[in-house]
């Protein structure tokens, strides 16, 4: 559908199609005074601005914006693999769904928030990627919160088995004085050495990480005093929570990602992953849910 189509159909007061200036086509929700931005490129959420805040959600000055190039940064849809494919090399890291162009199928308003939804099927992904019939939905709903809810559906008559994850990236004023507090006493496997360990108190960073947490179900809070606000990550459908930062060596290794960006970024990531992977029986779905929200502090 064009721009204009798409408007027509499913455009609204709060809801705006547009091409970006990267040529992407996107959706900007406003409500409450926030603003959210999402492409059809991978129902990739772009942007999301609160009333009178800087923007929540990261994103690489250097990312790619092309047809079957991931995007770096915002929240990346991780499915139906989380990391490395788990049999086949060749194929895309985190899955193909955030290399599609996802369709609209609805729009509106929903107890006050504005509210879209994407499907992804697979008729719109490349054929190499098939393997059997399912209905993955990315409802992204806005009010003074950010909700993204991916919910899948196995419409196939045999399982369906899948990891995931909303890999959302998060602004944040300087890594090394930033925390992540909710992880307190969860086990979480270093993937840097693949060793497990108990996290003891709040995460803080001064080197590369790359951390999955299990057994997670609380929020997870990113204190942030530097822009005098604390990110809220809460979460549903999701018993595992990732947390990564590059830092300097592996972010020179990234064409997609600035030599020293890793000072500004930092990735609380709401997953299925590892031991918390699912399988759908035939006609069952699942939903993996983030609600982000902003507090300034003073
Ligand atoms: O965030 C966890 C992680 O799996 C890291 O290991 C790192 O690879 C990151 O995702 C980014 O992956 P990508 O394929 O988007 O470059």
């Known amino acids: 559908m064009t721009v204009q189509e798409l408007n ?9 199609f547009y091409n970006d200036s990267h040529g992407l086509v996107c959706a900007e929700l406003n409500n409450a005074g926030s603003k959210a931005v999402i492409a059809l490129h991978g129902a990739h959420l772009m942007s999301y ?26 929240i990346p849809v991780c499915w139906p693999w989380f990391g490395g494919h788990p049999s086949d090399s060749g194929m895309p890291s985190h899955g193909f769904a955030r290399l599609a162009d996802w369709e609209v199928i609805a729009s509106g308003k929903h107890e006050g928030a504005t509210f879209i939804e994407l499907a992804l099927t697979p008729g719109l992904i490349p054929e190499k990627f098939r ?7 990315m409802r992204v709903g806005l009010s003074s919160k950010l909700l993204a809810a991916l919910v899948i559906e196995n419409t196939d008559v045999k399982e369906l088995a899948f990891s995931a994850a909303l890999h959302s990236y998060f602004n944040i004023s300087e890594i090394a004085d930033i925390t992540v507090s909710g992880l307190d006493g969860k086990t979480f496997i270093d993937t840097l050495d693949d060793t497990v360990h108990v996290q003891k108190g709040d995460v803080n960073f001064g080197a590369e990480t790359d951390l999955v947490y299990l057994d997670t179900e609380d929020a997870c809070i990113i204190d942030d005093p530097g822009f005098g606000r604390k990110l809220k990550v809460a979460k549903c459908g999701s018993r595992s929570t990732v947390v990564w930062n590059p830092w300097k060596d ?9 030599d020293e960006e890793y000072h500004s970024m930092v990735c609380v990531e709401t997953t299925n992953a590892e031991t918390d992977a699912r399988i759908l029986a035939p006609g069952e779905s699942h939903t993996l849910q983030v609600i982000i929200e902003s507090e300034t502090q003073g």
Do not use: T
């Open 8 to 16: 027509a159909e499913f455009g609204a007061s709060d809801i705006h």
């Open 250 to 258: 592996k972010s020179v290794r990234m064409p997609d990602f600035g």
């Open 131 to 137: 393997n059997g019939d399912f209905l993955v939905k």
């Open 49 to 74: 601005v609160p009333k009178g805040q800087r923007d929540v959600l990261w994103m690489s000055e250097k990312s790619y914006f092309a047809v079957g190039k991931p995007i770096r940064g915002g």
